[in-house]
């Protein structure tokens, strides 16, 4: 393997949990350790506890988008951040990240040219925002050399969007990580995990904790672990007093814990209910061997091989949700089985698998020999200016 100087661009604050930002920082690791020359470039609002490899290009701002606020950062001042790290570090390659977001991924496909490859993460529906920003942003996106997408869904977004096709190359996880995890009795038992930013509505704790109710008749022991930032009065408030005590809420966890909390868990539920293109803490559920239980949206399905590798419920149905959950519980080889198949399945998100795939697309993309430039064109500071002065 030829060794590269790589350039990643993460559009969302990096000091707020997300699946790109996870993504961007595996990827940036795996790379890095397998010797090559990597640098991110991301938004952040707390630089105290940077990696090295990462660069700040500047504080974020939260912005709807997708069903969640997202942190992004689109000025003239962080288009110029971006064309000097672009010009201090000669990168054989640039890998944008949602370059279709309006965040510095974007502000580099403009600021550059030659081998760039550019990822998908997003699942949206298309309205009127996304008419807007696909006419601004789609004739730089046809500058990428090469496209990828990290599921069908984010596939077919991007052909609705955009009328262009990618190839799909799922995120990654450590899967190693998680298979060694080890059975702690606070989290065994008739127990339900969910982690997660559960404060956002599209995560779906509210779907779950309206099954329970009807789970607890037919499994009276049955417990429900939360991990994950965020504020769990409010959640709380809105629980039947009744069956509060069997909610629990763990805050963060660290990684050895969530390789535990997954090996220690009756059932590992994903009730989201839309604006995922994949599901990174399903795959690392798989990886640690729970049996897993999500909603039949696009991306999950597909995920789990239509049911092959995980249970699957109607989306956003709490009775649908209750009745796999009590059958699951009741049948502890099923619950086995299904674990099992989930957690051999697993390996195939794993980053060995993963980087090569995205490592091929490099080789593809740097075999006709272009070099990276940075460009003197000022269409985005023109743009941003316009929009400011509006």
């Not at 997708?66 to 000025?75: D, S």
């Not at 600021?111 to 998908?120: H, K, L, R």
């Not at 940075?374 to 269409?379: K, L």
Request: hydrophobic share 45%; proline share 5%.
């Amino acid at each position: 393997m030829k060794k590269l100087r790589i350039g990643l661009v993460c559009p969302y604050g990096w000091d707020t949990p997300g699946g790109v930002q996870n993504h961007v920082r595996d990827l940036a690791e795996y790379f890095i350790a397998e010797g090559h020359f990597v640098s991110v470039l991301a938004p952040v609002s707390d630089d105290s506890t940077l990696p090295e490899y990462l660069v700040n290009a500047g504080k974020p701002t939260g912005i709807p988008f997708n069903g969640a606020v997202a942190r992004l950062l689109f000025n003239p001042a962080a288009f110029a951040r971006v064309r000097n790290w672009l010009l201090e570090n000669e990168f054989d390659i640039l890998h944008l990240h949602e370059p279709a977001v309006p965040s510095i991924s974007l502000l580099a496909l403009w600021a550059s040219e030659g081998p760039i490859v550019g990822t998908f993460h997003a699942q949206a529906k298309k309205g009127a925002t996304t008419r807007v920003i696909a006419s601004i942003v789609e004739p730089a996106i046809e500058r990428l050399s090469e496209k990828i997408a990290v599921s069908q869904a984010a596939y077919d977004t991007l052909q609705e969007h955009m009328d262009t096709t990618a190839h799909v190359i799922p995120n990654g996880i450590f899967a190693d990580r998680y298979r060694d995890g080890i059975v702690e009795e606070k989290w065994s038992g008739a127990t339900l995990g969910f982690i997660g930013r559960f404060e956002e509505p599209r995560k779906g704790l509210e779907v779950l904790i309206d099954a329970i109710p009807i789970i607890s008749r037919f499994i009276p022991d049955v417990r429900v672990l939360i991990a994950g930032p965020g504020d769990p009065s409010e959640i709380t408030e809105d629980i039947n007093s009744e069956l509060r005590t069997r909610f629990q809420f763990l805050g963060k966890i660290s990684e050895n814990e969530k390789a535990n909390f997954l090996k220690s868990i009756a059932l590992y539920i994903a009730p989201n209910t839309g604006g995922e293109s994949f599901g990174i803490i399903i795959a690392e559920a798989l990886a640690g061997g729970a049996a897993v239980v999500a909603s039949d949206i696009p991306a999950f399905s597909d995920l789990l091989g239509n049911g092959a590798y995980g249970a699957l419920f109607e989306s956003e149905d709490s009775q649908s949700l209750a009745k796999v959950v009590i059958e699951l519980l009741r049948d502890d080889a099923k619950r086995s089985d299904l674990a099992e198949a989930g957690r051999v399945y697993a390996q195939r998100y794993d980053w060995n698998s993963v980087a090569h795939e995205i490592y091929e697309i490099y080789e593809k993309v740097l075999e006709k020999g272009q070099k990276l430039n940075v460009t003197s064109e000022s269409r985005a500071w023109d743009w941003l200016l316009i929009r400011e002065n509006d």
